[in-house]
């Protein structure tokens, strides 16, 4: 990998690209993921490439809702698993919840490849790879969970998600938080905490505030994600692209 300096203006999303690139070379991350990246890095620049306040709220209520949760399910995709294996490991273990890989173009040799991988950044145990469960309204593949994971779970993240999916976990009646940086696509719209953030910037939040929350009592939890407004958090994010970044 090229040598990025810190003093690059662009040092930040150049580094996050070559994560992408990696996680490709290695069988992680499909091609499609890489126009996903790009997608990505385009909301991101309008959004200055900074998290908004309205999506830190969102961070805290998404600590909140995991905190709260019976059976909360980290769902990984191949390109969540090429930026932020570790961070997603270490959500997990300062919430309780399992982690399972989840592909929109769902092959074993990935499967494999990304559960061997966050086994390597940490993670005990890593599902998805049973599929003996399914969503309702999706195609086969797409449609695949665990039983005992995604299948069982009442709070699922779901970072980067296609919105036919996001939608149809809803459908299921799961409490769902979306990460995703374009707040006018469907699947942050489907969930009930959208985060509109990068997901390099917004898992790490995520845990510092889980960290910060885990002597809240249950009122205090359930008060925090009660007071996040979902529809005024997708506007501030919308409202900060169309002004090139007030909120
Ligand atoms: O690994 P797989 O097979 O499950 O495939 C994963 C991708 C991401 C390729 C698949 O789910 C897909 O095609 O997604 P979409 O429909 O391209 O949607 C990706 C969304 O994520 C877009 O709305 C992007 O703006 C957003 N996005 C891209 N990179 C980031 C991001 N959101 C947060 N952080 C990012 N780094």
Redesign the pocket.
Same mark, same amino acid.
């Given at each position: 990998m090229t040598e990025i300096p810190d003093d690059h203006p662009r040092a930040a999303s150049l580094r996050?690209r070559h994560r992408i690139e990696d996680g490709v070379e290695k069988g992680i991350?499909?091609k499609?993921?890489l126009?996903?990246?790009g997608?990505?890095e385009a909301?991101d620049y309008l959004l200055g490439e900074r998290t908004l306040p309205s999506a830190d709220d969102a961070e805290r209520a998404a600590a909140a809702q995991l905190l709260l949760a019976d059976h909360a399910v980290l769902s990984v =995709?191949?390109?969540v698993a090429a930026?932020v294996p570790g961070e997603m490991v270490e959500l997990a273990e300062a919430t309780g919840a399992d982690v399972e890989v989840n592909?929109?173009?769902r092959t074993d040799e990935r499967m494999d490849a990304i559960a061997d991988h966050l086994r390597d950044h940490g993670a005990d145990e890593v599902k998805g790879l049973a599929a003996d469960a399914r969503i309702p309204g999706l195609d086969h593949e797409r449609a695949k969970v665990d039983a005992d994971g995604i299948g069982d779970a009442d709070v699922v993240l779901v970072?980067?998600?296609?919105g036919d999916r996001a939608a149809a976990l809803a459908e299921m009646g799961k409490t769902e938080i979306v990460?995703?940086?374009?707040p006018m696509?469907r699947s942050p719209r489907a969930a009930a905490i959208p985060v509109i953030d =990068?997901?390099?910037r917004a898992i790490p939040r995520m845990t510092e505030h889980a960290r910060d929350l885990a002597g809240a009592s249950d009122d205090e939890l359930e008060r925090i994600v009660a007071e996040f407004d979902a529809e005024e958090a997708l506007a501030a994010a919308e409202r900060a692209i169309r002004t090139g970044g007030d909120e």
């Open positions: 996050t991350t499909s499609q993921g126009i996903a990246e997608r990505g909301f =995709n191949g390109n930026l592909l929109f173009n970072p980067l998600e296609d990460v995703d940086l374009n696509s =990068n997901v390099v």
